[in-house]
Protein backbone atom coordinates (compact mmCIF):
# COMPACT_ATOMS: atom_id res chain seq x y z
CA UNK A 1 0.00 0.00 0.00
CA UNK A 2 2.46 2.45 0.91
CA UNK A 3 4.67 1.45 -2.16
CA UNK A 4 1.45 2.11 -4.17
CA UNK A 5 1.45 5.67 -2.85
CA UNK A 6 4.56 6.88 -3.31
CA UNK A 7 4.96 5.87 -6.59
CA UNK A 8 3.49 8.54 -9.32
CA UNK A 9 3.40 6.18 -11.98
CA UNK A 10 0.92 4.20 -9.84
CA UNK A 11 -0.79 7.23 -8.86
CA UNK A 12 -0.97 8.41 -12.25
CA UNK A 13 -3.36 5.22 -13.17
CA UNK A 14 -4.91 4.92 -10.11
CA UNK A 15 -6.50 8.90 -10.36
CA UNK A 16 -6.99 7.93 -14.40
CA UNK A 17 -8.93 5.06 -13.88
CA UNK A 18 -11.02 6.81 -11.42
CA UNK A 19 -11.32 9.65 -14.05
CA UNK A 20 -12.28 7.15 -16.97
CA UNK A 21 -15.09 5.53 -14.70
CA UNK A 22 -16.51 8.92 -13.25
CA UNK A 23 -17.43 9.19 -16.80
CA UNK A 24 -20.47 6.61 -16.25
CA UNK A 25 -21.52 8.90 -12.93
CA UNK A 26 -21.02 12.47 -13.79
CA UNK A 27 -22.11 13.80 -17.47
CA UNK A 28 -19.41 13.26 -20.33
CA UNK A 29 -19.25 16.77 -21.63
CA UNK A 30 -18.13 17.52 -17.87
CA UNK A 31 -15.85 15.14 -17.44
CA UNK A 32 -14.31 16.51 -21.42
CA UNK A 33 -14.19 19.57 -20.08
CA UNK A 34 -12.21 18.55 -17.01
CA UNK A 35 -9.75 16.87 -18.78
CA UNK A 36 -9.06 19.64 -21.44
CA UNK A 37 -8.76 22.37 -18.94
CA UNK A 38 -6.72 20.78 -16.69
CA UNK A 39 -4.25 20.33 -19.81
CA UNK A 40 -4.28 23.75 -20.16
CA UNK A 41 -4.02 24.71 -16.75
CA UNK A 42 -0.51 21.78 -16.26
CA UNK A 43 1.37 24.14 -18.74
CA UNK A 44 0.21 27.43 -16.47
CA UNK A 45 0.81 25.17 -13.39
CA UNK A 46 4.26 23.89 -13.70
CA UNK A 47 5.51 27.26 -15.22
CA UNK A 48 4.09 28.91 -11.69
CA UNK A 49 5.17 25.86 -9.28
CA UNK A 50 8.64 24.77 -10.74
CA UNK A 51 9.55 27.87 -12.79
CA UNK A 52 8.28 30.50 -10.82
CA UNK A 53 7.04 32.21 -14.05
CA UNK A 54 3.04 33.77 -13.47
CA UNK A 55 1.58 34.25 -16.77
CA UNK A 56 -1.64 36.35 -16.72
CA UNK A 57 -1.35 35.65 -20.97
CA UNK A 58 -1.90 31.64 -21.57
CA UNK A 59 -5.15 32.59 -23.27
CA UNK A 60 -3.46 33.58 -26.23
CA UNK A 61 -0.87 30.02 -26.25
CA UNK A 62 -4.39 28.65 -26.06
CA UNK A 63 -5.71 30.18 -28.75
CA UNK A 64 -3.21 29.90 -31.20
CA UNK A 65 -3.59 26.26 -30.65
CA UNK A 66 -7.11 26.54 -31.43
CA UNK A 67 -6.96 28.94 -34.68
CA UNK A 68 -4.34 26.65 -36.00
CA UNK A 69 -6.97 23.49 -35.87
CA UNK A 70 -9.42 25.52 -37.08
CA UNK A 71 -7.39 27.26 -40.03
CA UNK A 72 -6.46 24.18 -41.02
CA UNK A 73 -10.25 22.38 -40.72
CA UNK A 74 -11.95 25.58 -42.08
CA UNK A 75 -9.97 26.71 -44.79
CA UNK A 76 -7.01 23.51 -46.08
CA UNK A 77 -7.96 19.89 -45.08
CA UNK A 78 -10.85 17.66 -43.16
CA UNK A 79 -8.56 15.52 -41.41
CA UNK A 80 -8.78 16.18 -37.01
CA UNK A 81 -5.20 14.43 -36.56
CA UNK A 82 -3.46 16.73 -38.93
CA UNK A 83 -5.25 19.28 -37.49
CA UNK A 84 -4.19 19.14 -34.32
CA UNK A 85 -0.62 18.43 -35.59
CA UNK A 86 -1.08 21.83 -37.54
CA UNK A 87 -2.02 23.32 -34.15
CA UNK A 88 0.63 22.19 -31.77
CA UNK A 89 3.28 22.91 -34.68
CA UNK A 90 1.72 26.54 -34.79
CA UNK A 91 2.34 26.91 -31.15
CA UNK A 92 5.50 25.87 -31.10
CA UNK A 93 6.40 28.19 -33.38
CA UNK A 94 5.00 31.50 -32.13
CA UNK A 95 6.04 29.80 -28.38
CA UNK A 96 10.01 29.34 -29.97
CA UNK A 97 9.62 33.09 -31.00
CA UNK A 98 7.78 34.52 -28.05
CA UNK A 99 9.58 32.39 -25.55
CA UNK A 100 13.01 34.25 -26.62
CA UNK A 101 11.39 37.51 -25.98
CA UNK A 102 9.83 36.82 -22.89
CA UNK A 103 12.53 34.89 -21.05
CA UNK A 104 14.71 37.82 -20.33
CA UNK A 105 12.35 39.59 -18.29
CA UNK A 106 12.60 39.16 -14.79
CA UNK A 107 8.85 37.28 -13.01
CA UNK A 108 6.73 41.07 -12.85
CA UNK A 109 7.79 42.20 -15.90
CA UNK A 110 6.88 38.80 -17.85
CA UNK A 111 3.66 38.38 -16.27
CA UNK A 112 2.57 42.03 -17.20
CA UNK A 113 4.18 41.18 -20.80
CA UNK A 114 2.41 38.30 -20.98
CA UNK A 115 -0.61 39.64 -20.44
CA UNK A 116 -0.17 42.50 -22.95
CA UNK A 117 0.72 40.02 -25.62
CA UNK A 118 -3.31 38.47 -24.58
CA UNK A 119 -4.55 41.69 -24.90
CA UNK A 120 -2.71 41.91 -28.50
CA UNK A 121 -3.41 38.44 -29.35
CA UNK A 122 -6.90 39.38 -28.71
CA UNK A 123 -7.16 41.82 -31.04
CA UNK A 124 -5.30 40.41 -33.76
CA UNK A 125 -7.42 37.51 -33.83
CA UNK A 126 -10.89 39.98 -33.12
CA UNK A 127 -9.97 42.80 -35.78
CA UNK A 128 -6.80 42.90 -37.51
CA UNK A 129 -7.22 39.09 -39.34
CA UNK A 130 -11.15 39.54 -39.26
CA UNK A 131 -11.03 38.31 -42.91
CA UNK A 132 -10.11 35.15 -41.75
CA UNK A 133 -11.02 34.55 -38.07
CA UNK A 134 -14.39 36.34 -38.80
CA UNK A 135 -13.93 37.93 -35.23
CA UNK A 136 -16.22 37.06 -32.82
CA UNK A 137 -18.92 35.05 -35.57
CA UNK A 138 -16.14 32.67 -35.33
CA UNK A 139 -15.22 29.48 -37.69
CA UNK A 140 -17.59 26.93 -37.67
CA UNK A 141 -16.13 23.68 -39.12
CA UNK A 142 -18.08 20.73 -36.83
CA UNK A 143 -19.10 19.30 -40.24
CA UNK A 144 -16.09 19.29 -41.99
CA UNK A 145 -14.10 16.96 -39.71
CA UNK A 146 -13.97 13.21 -41.49
CA UNK A 147 -14.80 9.98 -39.54
CA UNK A 148 -11.52 8.46 -38.57
CA UNK A 149 -10.63 5.04 -38.11
CA UNK A 150 -10.16 3.83 -34.64
CA UNK A 151 -10.84 6.70 -32.53
CA UNK A 152 -13.61 8.39 -34.42
CA UNK A 153 -12.92 12.43 -33.74
CA UNK A 154 -15.92 13.68 -35.47
CA UNK A 155 -18.33 12.34 -32.46
CA UNK A 156 -17.86 13.37 -28.96
CA UNK A 157 -17.28 9.90 -27.54
CA UNK A 158 -14.17 9.89 -29.85
CA UNK A 159 -13.18 13.39 -28.56
CA UNK A 160 -13.17 12.33 -25.24
CA UNK A 161 -11.01 9.06 -25.74
CA UNK A 162 -8.54 10.93 -27.58
CA UNK A 163 -8.39 13.99 -24.82
CA UNK A 164 -8.04 11.00 -22.18
CA UNK A 165 -5.48 9.69 -24.00
CA UNK A 166 -3.63 12.88 -24.48
CA UNK A 167 -4.41 14.19 -20.85
CA UNK A 168 -2.53 10.73 -19.95
CA UNK A 169 0.27 11.51 -21.97
CA UNK A 170 1.03 14.81 -20.87
CA UNK A 171 0.87 13.73 -17.35
CA UNK A 172 3.57 10.80 -17.86
CA UNK A 173 5.74 13.44 -19.68
CA UNK A 174 5.01 16.08 -16.65
CA UNK A 175 5.79 13.34 -13.66
CA UNK A 176 9.11 12.13 -15.83
CA UNK A 177 10.00 16.58 -16.56
CA UNK A 178 8.69 17.12 -12.55
CA UNK A 179 10.47 14.44 -10.99
CA UNK A 180 12.74 12.15 -12.78
CA UNK A 181 14.66 14.44 -14.61
CA UNK A 182 17.87 16.95 -14.42
CA UNK A 183 16.07 19.19 -16.04
CA UNK A 184 13.22 19.32 -13.67
CA UNK A 185 15.68 20.05 -10.79
CA UNK A 186 17.32 22.36 -12.52
CA UNK A 187 13.45 24.72 -13.42
CA UNK A 188 12.97 24.18 -9.94
CA UNK A 189 16.33 25.85 -9.03
CA UNK A 190 15.76 28.62 -11.10
CA UNK A 191 12.60 29.20 -9.31
CA UNK A 192 14.43 28.85 -5.86
CA UNK A 193 18.20 30.42 -6.87
CA UNK A 194 19.07 31.31 -10.14
CA UNK A 195 22.05 32.63 -9.33
CA UNK A 196 23.73 29.51 -7.73
CA UNK A 197 22.36 27.56 -11.24
CA UNK A 198 24.00 29.77 -13.09
CA UNK A 199 27.72 29.11 -10.62
CA UNK A 200 27.23 25.63 -11.14
CA UNK A 201 27.57 26.02 -14.76
CA UNK A 202 23.90 25.66 -16.40
CA UNK A 203 22.61 27.76 -19.10
CA UNK A 204 19.75 29.74 -17.05
CA UNK A 205 18.28 31.60 -20.65
CA UNK A 206 18.32 27.68 -22.32
CA UNK A 207 16.27 26.08 -19.05
CA UNK A 208 14.08 28.72 -19.09
CA UNK A 209 13.07 28.69 -23.00
CA UNK A 210 12.70 25.01 -22.79
CA UNK A 211 10.27 25.17 -19.89
CA UNK A 212 8.46 28.12 -21.96
CA UNK A 213 8.22 26.26 -24.76
CA UNK A 214 7.21 22.99 -23.33
CA UNK A 215 4.27 24.61 -21.15
CA UNK A 216 2.96 26.46 -23.67
CA UNK A 217 3.23 24.22 -26.34
CA UNK A 218 1.18 21.69 -24.17
CA UNK A 219 -1.21 24.99 -23.51
CA UNK A 220 -1.67 25.08 -27.56
CA UNK A 221 -2.58 21.13 -27.02
CA UNK A 222 -5.40 22.33 -25.15
CA UNK A 223 -6.24 24.94 -27.36
CA UNK A 224 -6.35 22.20 -30.49
CA UNK A 225 -8.18 19.94 -28.71
CA UNK A 226 -10.88 22.67 -27.54
CA UNK A 227 -11.54 23.71 -30.84
CA UNK A 228 -11.69 19.72 -32.44
CA UNK A 229 -14.49 19.54 -29.42
CA UNK A 230 -16.61 22.74 -30.05
CA UNK A 231 -15.78 22.66 -33.66
CA UNK A 232 -16.23 26.56 -33.23
CA UNK A 233 -13.53 29.05 -32.43
CA UNK A 234 -14.37 32.43 -32.05
CA UNK A 235 -12.03 35.17 -30.49
CA UNK A 236 -13.59 35.01 -27.06
CA UNK A 237 -11.66 31.89 -27.03
CA UNK A 238 -8.31 34.87 -26.15
CA UNK A 239 -10.52 37.16 -24.05
CA UNK A 240 -8.52 38.94 -21.62
CA UNK A 241 -10.91 38.77 -18.80
CA UNK A 242 -10.67 34.92 -18.68
CA UNK A 243 -6.69 34.53 -18.34
CA UNK A 244 -6.82 34.54 -14.56
CA UNK A 245 -8.79 31.23 -14.60
CA UNK A 246 -5.48 28.74 -15.35
CA UNK A 247 -3.63 30.68 -12.39
CA UNK A 248 -6.68 30.60 -9.97
CA UNK A 249 -7.12 26.55 -11.18
CA UNK A 250 -3.11 26.01 -10.24
CA UNK A 251 -3.32 28.07 -7.07
CA UNK A 252 -6.63 26.22 -6.13
CA UNK A 253 -5.00 22.81 -7.10
CA UNK A 254 -1.25 23.41 -5.85
CA UNK A 255 0.83 24.93 -8.61
CA UNK A 256 3.44 22.88 -9.18
CA UNK A 257 2.04 19.53 -7.92
CA UNK A 258 1.48 17.03 -10.31
CA UNK A 259 -2.15 16.74 -10.04
CA UNK A 260 -3.38 19.79 -8.59
CA UNK A 261 -4.67 21.31 -12.49
CA UNK A 262 -6.48 18.24 -11.86
CA UNK A 263 -7.95 18.52 -9.11
CA UNK A 264 -8.37 22.07 -9.31
CA UNK A 265 -10.48 22.22 -12.72
CA UNK A 266 -12.66 19.48 -11.36
CA UNK A 267 -13.43 21.73 -8.08
CA UNK A 268 -13.59 24.31 -10.80
CA UNK A 269 -15.71 23.61 -13.37
CA UNK A 270 -18.10 21.71 -11.12
CA UNK A 271 -18.15 24.85 -8.85
CA UNK A 272 -19.01 27.01 -11.90
CA UNK A 273 -21.74 24.95 -13.23
CA UNK A 274 -23.39 24.83 -9.99
CA UNK A 275 -22.91 28.93 -9.34
CA UNK A 276 -24.25 29.87 -12.73
CA UNK A 277 -27.76 28.60 -11.63
CA UNK A 278 -27.31 30.77 -8.69
CA UNK A 279 -25.73 33.73 -9.62
CA UNK A 280 -24.64 35.01 -13.07
CA UNK A 281 -21.65 36.70 -12.57
CA UNK A 282 -18.99 34.38 -12.23
CA UNK A 283 -15.85 36.77 -11.80
CA UNK A 284 -17.13 37.63 -8.28
CA UNK A 285 -16.61 33.87 -7.55
CA UNK A 286 -13.34 33.55 -9.29
CA UNK A 287 -12.17 36.41 -7.64
CA UNK A 288 -13.31 35.15 -4.47
CA UNK A 289 -11.96 31.96 -4.67
CA UNK A 290 -8.73 33.44 -5.55
CA UNK A 291 -8.14 35.39 -2.11
CA UNK A 292 -9.38 32.46 -0.20
CA UNK A 293 -6.96 30.44 -1.64
CA UNK A 294 -3.91 32.92 -1.75
CA UNK A 295 -4.47 34.25 1.81
CA UNK A 296 -4.74 30.40 2.94
CA UNK A 297 -1.36 29.24 2.31
CA UNK A 298 -0.56 28.72 -1.31
CA UNK A 299 0.00 25.52 -1.37
CA UNK A 300 -3.25 24.86 -2.67
CA UNK A 301 -5.67 21.43 -2.01
CA UNK A 302 -3.47 18.74 -3.54
CA UNK A 303 -0.39 20.38 -1.44
CA UNK A 304 -1.41 20.41 1.65
CA UNK A 305 -3.39 17.01 1.18
CA UNK A 306 -0.40 15.54 -0.22
CA UNK A 307 1.46 16.02 3.17
CA UNK A 308 -1.26 15.04 4.70
CA UNK A 309 -1.54 11.53 3.30
CA UNK A 310 1.71 10.61 3.21
CA UNK A 311 1.71 11.44 6.93
CA UNK A 312 -1.06 9.12 7.56
CA UNK A 313 0.51 6.37 5.42
CA UNK A 314 3.92 6.32 6.31
CA UNK A 315 2.90 6.69 9.97
CA UNK A 316 4.11 3.28 11.12
CA UNK A 317 6.80 2.84 7.90
CA UNK A 318 10.39 4.45 7.32
CA UNK A 319 10.59 8.05 6.55
CA UNK A 320 11.26 7.27 2.80
CA UNK A 321 8.46 8.68 1.93
CA UNK A 322 7.49 10.99 4.15
CA UNK A 323 10.59 13.19 3.11
CA UNK A 324 9.73 13.25 -0.46
CA UNK A 325 6.58 14.49 -0.14
CA UNK A 326 8.05 16.37 2.44
CA UNK A 327 10.60 18.11 0.04
CA UNK A 328 7.61 18.55 -2.57
CA UNK A 329 5.98 20.80 0.35
CA UNK A 330 8.72 22.93 0.71
CA UNK A 331 9.12 23.67 -2.60
CA UNK A 332 5.32 24.32 -2.76
CA UNK A 333 5.71 27.00 0.25
CA UNK A 334 8.87 28.87 -1.74
CA UNK B 1 -3.32 63.49 -43.87
CA UNK B 2 -3.34 67.57 -43.12
CA UNK B 3 -2.99 69.84 -40.54
CA UNK B 4 -5.85 69.62 -38.69
CA UNK B 5 -6.24 66.24 -38.47
CA UNK B 6 -2.38 65.99 -36.74
CA UNK B 7 -3.25 68.56 -34.53
CA UNK B 8 -6.52 66.85 -33.21
CA UNK B 9 -5.08 63.25 -32.97
CA UNK B 10 -2.03 65.36 -31.20
CA UNK B 11 -4.67 66.60 -28.49
CA UNK B 12 -6.22 63.52 -28.20
CA UNK B 13 -3.02 61.68 -27.91
CA UNK B 14 -2.35 64.14 -25.17
CA UNK B 15 -5.34 63.70 -23.36
CA UNK B 16 -4.98 60.05 -23.74
CA UNK B 17 -1.24 60.10 -22.27
CA UNK B 18 -3.00 61.99 -18.95
CA UNK B 19 -5.28 59.37 -18.53
CA UNK B 20 -2.38 56.78 -18.80
CA UNK B 21 -0.40 58.69 -16.43
CA UNK B 22 -2.84 59.15 -13.60
CA UNK B 23 -3.50 55.47 -13.91
CA UNK B 24 -0.17 54.45 -13.99
CA UNK B 25 2.18 56.31 -11.35
CA UNK B 26 -0.11 54.86 -8.40
CA UNK B 27 1.17 51.37 -10.08
CA UNK B 28 4.97 52.37 -10.48
CA UNK B 29 5.12 54.50 -6.51
CA UNK B 30 3.47 51.07 -5.07
CA UNK B 31 5.74 48.50 -7.04
CA UNK B 32 8.57 51.08 -5.83
CA UNK B 33 7.91 51.03 -1.72
CA UNK B 34 6.28 48.05 -1.34
CA UNK B 35 7.39 45.75 -3.81
CA UNK B 36 3.76 45.02 -5.02
CA UNK B 37 2.36 45.28 -7.90
CA UNK B 38 -1.31 46.22 -7.54
CA UNK B 39 -3.60 45.66 -10.36
CA UNK B 40 -6.66 46.30 -8.80
CA UNK B 41 -5.81 50.07 -9.10
CA UNK B 42 -7.98 48.86 -12.42
CA UNK B 43 -11.14 48.24 -10.17
CA UNK B 44 -10.37 52.12 -8.74
CA UNK B 45 -10.34 53.27 -12.26
CA UNK B 46 -13.86 51.67 -12.86
CA UNK B 47 -15.15 52.48 -9.29
CA UNK B 48 -14.17 55.81 -9.75
CA UNK B 49 -15.99 55.92 -13.16
CA UNK B 50 -18.72 54.33 -12.40
CA UNK B 51 -19.76 56.32 -9.04
CA UNK B 52 -19.19 59.49 -11.02
CA UNK B 53 -21.90 58.33 -13.50
CA UNK B 54 -24.30 57.54 -11.00
CA UNK B 55 -23.91 61.47 -9.02
CA UNK B 56 -23.92 63.12 -12.34
CA UNK B 57 -27.12 60.99 -13.02
CA UNK B 58 -28.28 62.14 -9.98
CA UNK B 59 -27.29 65.48 -8.93
CA UNK B 60 -26.11 66.28 -12.52
CA UNK B 61 -22.42 67.97 -10.89
CA UNK B 62 -19.36 66.09 -12.58
CA UNK B 63 -17.30 67.53 -9.81
CA UNK B 64 -19.48 65.73 -7.21
CA UNK B 65 -18.89 62.78 -9.08
CA UNK B 66 -15.51 63.01 -9.38
CA UNK B 67 -15.05 64.08 -5.25
CA UNK B 68 -17.18 60.88 -4.76
CA UNK B 69 -15.46 58.36 -6.60
CA UNK B 70 -12.27 59.73 -5.11
CA UNK B 71 -13.38 59.23 -1.47
CA UNK B 72 -15.48 55.60 -2.06
CA UNK B 73 -12.10 54.16 -3.70
CA UNK B 74 -9.88 55.63 -0.98
CA UNK B 75 -12.85 53.90 1.79
CA UNK B 76 -12.62 50.51 -0.78
CA UNK B 77 -8.94 51.02 -0.91
CA UNK B 78 -8.76 51.14 3.29
CA UNK B 79 -10.70 47.55 3.53
CA UNK B 80 -8.33 45.92 0.70
CA UNK B 81 -5.17 47.40 2.40
CA UNK B 82 -5.82 46.06 5.63
CA UNK B 83 -7.56 42.84 4.58
CA UNK B 84 -5.24 41.84 1.60
CA UNK B 85 -1.58 43.65 1.31
CA UNK B 86 -1.36 44.06 5.20
CA UNK B 87 -0.38 39.96 4.93
CA UNK B 88 1.42 40.05 1.91
CA UNK B 89 4.06 43.00 2.24
CA UNK B 90 6.62 40.99 3.36
CA UNK B 91 6.01 38.25 0.66
CA UNK B 92 6.95 37.99 -3.16
CA UNK B 93 5.49 39.99 -6.23
CA UNK B 94 3.67 36.68 -7.50
CA UNK B 95 1.24 36.75 -4.68
CA UNK B 96 0.54 40.42 -5.05
CA UNK B 97 -0.18 39.97 -8.55
CA UNK B 98 -2.33 36.63 -8.36
CA UNK B 99 -4.48 38.49 -5.32
CA UNK B 100 -4.62 42.08 -6.68
CA UNK B 101 -6.40 40.43 -9.88
CA UNK B 102 -8.78 38.15 -7.62
CA UNK B 103 -9.77 41.33 -5.69
CA UNK B 104 -10.12 43.39 -9.40
CA UNK B 105 -12.28 40.41 -10.59
CA UNK B 106 -14.50 40.48 -7.66
CA UNK B 107 -15.05 43.99 -7.91
CA UNK B 108 -15.51 43.48 -11.77
CA UNK B 109 -18.10 40.76 -10.66
CA UNK B 110 -19.82 43.10 -8.00
CA UNK B 111 -20.15 46.16 -10.72
CA UNK B 112 -21.68 44.09 -12.89
CA UNK B 113 -24.14 43.07 -9.94
CA UNK B 114 -24.82 46.34 -9.20
CA UNK B 115 -24.91 48.79 -11.94
CA UNK B 116 -25.64 46.05 -14.75
CA UNK B 117 -24.29 45.85 -18.12
CA UNK B 118 -25.28 48.19 -20.39
CA UNK B 119 -22.93 50.83 -21.33
CA UNK B 120 -23.33 54.05 -19.85
CA UNK B 121 -22.59 57.47 -20.99
CA UNK B 122 -21.43 61.02 -18.98
CA UNK B 123 -21.43 64.14 -20.87
CA UNK B 124 -18.55 66.49 -20.31
CA UNK B 125 -18.59 68.68 -17.99
CA UNK B 126 -16.81 71.72 -20.02
CA UNK B 127 -18.77 71.72 -23.42
CA UNK B 128 -17.17 74.23 -26.35
CA UNK B 129 -14.25 74.33 -28.74
CA UNK B 130 -10.33 75.33 -28.22
CA UNK B 131 -8.88 76.94 -31.51
CA UNK B 132 -5.73 75.95 -31.84
CA UNK B 133 -3.82 76.69 -34.60
CA UNK B 134 -7.00 76.85 -36.72
CA UNK B 135 -8.04 73.55 -35.65
CA UNK B 136 -11.08 73.12 -33.07
CA UNK B 137 -10.37 71.01 -30.63
CA UNK B 138 -12.56 70.23 -27.61
CA UNK B 139 -12.30 71.85 -24.56
CA UNK B 140 -12.50 68.61 -22.30
CA UNK B 141 -9.13 67.29 -23.65
CA UNK B 142 -7.19 70.16 -22.80
CA UNK B 143 -8.43 70.12 -19.39
CA UNK B 144 -7.68 66.40 -19.14
CA UNK B 145 -4.17 67.37 -19.82
CA UNK B 146 -3.57 70.58 -17.77
CA UNK B 147 -4.86 68.41 -14.64
CA UNK B 148 -2.44 65.84 -15.43
CA UNK B 149 0.53 67.51 -15.81
CA UNK B 150 -1.16 69.44 -12.57
CA UNK B 151 -0.87 66.05 -10.91
CA UNK B 152 2.34 64.96 -12.37
CA UNK B 153 3.93 68.75 -10.53
CA UNK B 154 2.00 68.03 -7.40
CA UNK B 155 3.23 64.59 -6.92
CA UNK B 156 6.72 65.94 -7.96
CA UNK B 157 6.30 68.62 -4.94
CA UNK B 158 5.05 65.57 -2.43
CA UNK B 159 7.68 63.24 -3.04
CA UNK B 160 10.58 65.81 -3.12
CA UNK B 161 9.47 69.02 -0.99
CA UNK B 162 7.54 67.28 1.67
CA UNK B 163 9.12 65.58 4.97
CA UNK B 164 6.19 62.70 4.19
CA UNK B 165 7.41 62.34 0.80
CA UNK B 166 11.25 61.80 1.16
CA UNK B 167 10.37 59.30 3.54
CA UNK B 168 8.55 57.45 0.79
CA UNK B 169 11.37 58.39 -1.55
CA UNK B 170 14.03 56.90 1.14
CA UNK B 171 11.62 53.57 1.61
CA UNK B 172 12.06 53.10 -1.91
CA UNK B 173 15.99 52.98 -1.57
CA UNK B 174 15.78 51.46 0.98
CA UNK B 175 13.26 50.27 3.31
CA UNK B 176 14.75 49.11 6.48
CA UNK B 177 17.03 51.63 6.59
CA UNK B 178 13.87 54.47 7.31
CA UNK B 179 12.41 51.64 9.59
CA UNK B 180 15.64 52.23 11.55
CA UNK B 181 15.34 55.77 11.57
CA UNK B 182 12.16 55.35 13.41
CA UNK B 183 9.45 55.75 11.04
CA UNK B 184 6.58 53.44 10.66
CA UNK B 185 7.12 52.10 7.32
CA UNK B 186 3.64 50.16 7.20
CA UNK B 187 1.80 53.59 7.57
CA UNK B 188 3.96 55.16 4.49
CA UNK B 189 2.95 52.09 2.78
CA UNK B 190 -0.75 52.15 3.41
CA UNK B 191 -0.39 56.24 2.68
CA UNK B 192 1.15 55.57 -0.65
CA UNK B 193 -1.55 52.92 -1.39
CA UNK B 194 -4.46 56.00 -0.82
CA UNK B 195 -2.71 58.03 -3.33
CA UNK B 196 -2.12 55.38 -5.92
CA UNK B 197 -5.72 54.53 -5.28
CA UNK B 198 -7.26 58.64 -5.92
CA UNK B 199 -4.97 59.14 -8.66
CA UNK B 200 -6.18 55.50 -10.24
CA UNK B 201 -10.09 57.41 -9.07
CA UNK B 202 -9.47 60.51 -10.43
CA UNK B 203 -8.42 58.79 -13.49
CA UNK B 204 -11.79 57.25 -14.01
CA UNK B 205 -13.14 59.84 -13.06
CA UNK B 206 -11.74 62.17 -15.77
CA UNK B 207 -12.17 59.27 -18.40
CA UNK B 208 -15.57 58.97 -18.42
CA UNK B 209 -16.77 61.62 -20.82
CA UNK B 210 -14.09 59.95 -23.35
CA UNK B 211 -15.54 56.70 -23.39
CA UNK B 212 -18.37 54.51 -22.77
CA UNK B 213 -18.48 53.49 -18.87
CA UNK B 214 -18.31 49.66 -19.02
CA UNK B 215 -17.74 47.05 -16.44
CA UNK B 216 -15.18 45.85 -18.10
CA UNK B 217 -13.09 49.31 -18.34
CA UNK B 218 -10.38 48.42 -16.13
CA UNK B 219 -9.61 45.03 -18.45
CA UNK B 220 -9.82 47.20 -21.63
CA UNK B 221 -7.32 50.30 -20.10
CA UNK B 222 -5.23 47.21 -18.80
CA UNK B 223 -2.99 46.03 -21.62
CA UNK B 224 -2.37 49.95 -22.25
CA UNK B 225 -1.09 50.48 -19.14
CA UNK B 226 0.62 47.20 -18.46
CA UNK B 227 2.84 48.92 -21.88
CA UNK B 228 3.29 52.26 -19.93
CA UNK B 229 4.34 50.95 -17.07
CA UNK B 230 6.44 48.67 -18.53
CA UNK B 231 8.08 50.59 -21.15
CA UNK B 232 8.86 53.38 -18.52
CA UNK B 233 9.99 51.06 -16.38
CA UNK B 234 8.64 50.34 -12.72
CA UNK B 235 9.07 52.53 -9.83
CA UNK B 236 10.26 55.30 -11.95
CA UNK B 237 7.81 58.23 -12.07
CA UNK B 238 9.64 60.51 -14.65
CA UNK B 239 10.07 57.08 -16.75
CA UNK B 240 5.77 56.82 -16.16
CA UNK B 241 5.25 59.97 -17.73
CA UNK B 242 7.81 59.39 -20.66
CA UNK B 243 6.43 56.67 -21.41
CA UNK B 244 2.68 57.67 -21.43
CA UNK B 245 3.36 60.41 -23.54
CA UNK B 246 4.64 57.93 -26.04
CA UNK B 247 2.13 55.33 -25.59
CA UNK B 248 -0.67 57.90 -25.84
CA UNK B 249 0.73 59.20 -29.19
CA UNK B 250 1.27 55.87 -30.31
CA UNK B 251 -2.09 54.78 -29.93
CA UNK B 252 -4.01 58.19 -31.26
CA UNK B 253 -1.90 58.12 -34.20
CA UNK B 254 -1.80 54.47 -35.20
CA UNK B 255 -5.15 54.66 -34.90
CA UNK B 256 -5.54 57.51 -37.61
CA UNK B 257 -3.16 55.51 -39.94
CA UNK B 258 -4.95 51.60 -39.65
CA UNK B 259 -7.72 51.07 -37.09
CA UNK B 260 -6.06 47.95 -35.44
CA UNK B 261 -2.34 49.49 -35.06
CA UNK B 262 -3.58 51.40 -32.19
CA UNK B 263 -3.18 48.36 -30.37
CA UNK B 264 -0.34 46.73 -31.37
CA UNK B 265 1.95 49.38 -32.28
CA UNK B 266 2.94 49.97 -28.44
CA UNK B 267 3.05 46.45 -27.64
CA UNK B 268 6.08 46.35 -30.82
CA UNK B 269 7.36 49.42 -28.86
CA UNK B 270 7.27 47.35 -25.76
CA UNK B 271 8.86 44.09 -27.29
CA UNK B 272 11.78 46.36 -28.90
CA UNK B 273 12.51 48.88 -25.76
CA UNK B 274 12.07 45.80 -23.51
CA UNK B 275 15.09 43.73 -26.14
CA UNK B 276 17.33 46.85 -25.48
CA UNK B 277 16.76 47.45 -22.08
CA UNK B 278 15.05 44.40 -20.10
CA UNK B 279 13.82 46.85 -17.20
CA UNK B 280 12.40 49.07 -19.22
CA UNK B 281 13.67 52.84 -19.79
CA UNK B 282 14.22 54.33 -16.14
CA UNK B 283 13.59 51.28 -14.43
CA UNK B 284 16.20 51.03 -11.97
CA UNK B 285 18.65 47.81 -11.42
CA UNK B 286 17.16 47.35 -7.50
CA UNK B 287 14.19 45.69 -9.68
CA UNK B 288 15.65 42.90 -9.94
CA UNK B 289 13.47 41.06 -7.54
Not at chain 1, 18 to 23: F, G, T
Not at chain 1, 46 to 60: C, D
Request: hydrophobic share 55%; charged share 10%.
Amino acid sequence: MKRLFNNNLSKILIIFTILYLLKYVLPQSFMLEVIILSIYTMGCSFLIGRVGFVSFGQPAYLAIGAYGTAFYLYYFGTNPFVAILVGILLGLIINIITGAFFIRLNSSYYTLCNQAFCVVSFFIFQKALVKYTHGDNGLWFLSRIDPTPVIDLSRTEGVFIFAFLVAVGVWLLFNYLMNHSVFGATCLCVKCNEEKLRFLGYNVFNIKWLAFIIANTITSLAGALYSLYFGFVSAGITAPSKAIEPVAISMLGGAGTLFGPLVGSFIFIGLKDIASQVISYWELLVGLMLIIVMLAGEKGIVGSLEGFLSKLINKHGNNEGLQATNIEGEVGSE
Amino acid sequence: MNAHLIISAFVLGLSMSGVYFLLTVGLSLCYGLMRIISLDQFLYYSVGAYMTYTIVAVTGNFWLGLLAGILTTILIALFVEKIVYKRIYEKSVMFSMILSFGVNLMGVGLIKYIWGLEPKPVKAPIGGNLNIFGTEVPGYRIFVILLAALVYLAVCYFLNKTILGTAIRAGIDDAEKVEALGINIYKLFTLTFLLATSLSALAGAIHTPMVMVVPDMGMNIIAFAFMVVIIGGLGSIKGTLISSLLVGQVVSFGSLIWAPLADMAPFMIMIIILLIKPTGLYGSKYMKR
